[in-house]
T-cell receptor
């Protein structure tokens, strides 16, 4: 069983929709959580970085962490065609240094 | 903004060749990483380095080696390229704190024929 599970999609939504992307994890030692966006033929770009449970908002993006359920989410409001990309969740264990565990990524397509 | 630069975007090499992938970061980060990314397998850590001349094996180091002679530069070496090393290679860097997120370059797509 993978430490971090992420639905690969693809997820196809109309422009303007609210998008919900999710990851589950199995190890309660994970404390730091990230979301990366990766456009085709580009490297991953850091979108959100959160610590511990709760919400963090940045413009149209909201990252949510629920440690009791071992579940993290990224919400995108008013989605745009330019949001079409692969979204990777990532997390760091407190018992491990210099190593992120990545989800396999969810491909998102926002239709005009 | 952190800039991580990988020297080649696309590379085609023959089986058995020695291949060098170069990565440079401009933010004085202590930590540097090499990943490969394959469809269905996600990102897998090959090697990382937390200081000059220091290196640690990641999850899939076989067939690879690395070199870090200067803080800003981290090289990945394929000693004898094989077709199963055809992949997207991503370099990343981060500051010294163990909870820091990684900053990635744009990747090198390597094809071994």
């Amino acid at each position: 069983q993978k430490e971090v599970e992420q639905d690969p999609g693809p997820l196809s939504v109309p422009e303007g929709a609210i998008v919900s992307l999710n990851c589950t994890y199995s190890n309660s030692a994970f404390q730091y959580f990230m979301w990366y966006r990766q456009y085709s033929r580009k490297g991953p770009e850091l979108l959100m970085y959160t610590y511990s449970s709760g919400n963090k908002e940045d413009g149209r993006f909201t990252a949510q962490v629920d440690k009791s359920s071992k579940y993290i989410s990224l919400f995108i409001r008013d989605s745009q065609p330019s949001d079409s990309a692969t979204y990777l969740c990532a997390m760091i264990r407190m018992d491990s240094s210099y190593k992120l565990i990545f989800g396999s990524g969810t491909r998102l397509l926002v239709r005009p | 903004d952190v800039k991580v630069t990988q020297s080649s975007r696309y590379l085609v090499k023959r089986t058995g060749e020695k291949v060098f992938l170069e990565c440079v970061q401009d933010m004085d980060h202590e930590n540097m990483f090499w990943y490969r990314q394959d469809p269905g397998l996600g990102l897998r850590l090959i090697y990382f380095s937390y200081d000059v001349k220091m290196k640690e094996k990641g999850d899939i180091p076989e067939g690879y080696s690395v070199s870090r002679e200067k803080k800003e530069r981290f090289s990945l070496i394929l000693e004898s390229a094989s077709t199963n090393q055809t992949s997207m290679y991503l370099c990343a860097s981060s500051p010294g704190q163990s909870n820091s997120p990684l900053h990635f370059g744009n990747g090198t797509r390597l094809t071994v024929t």
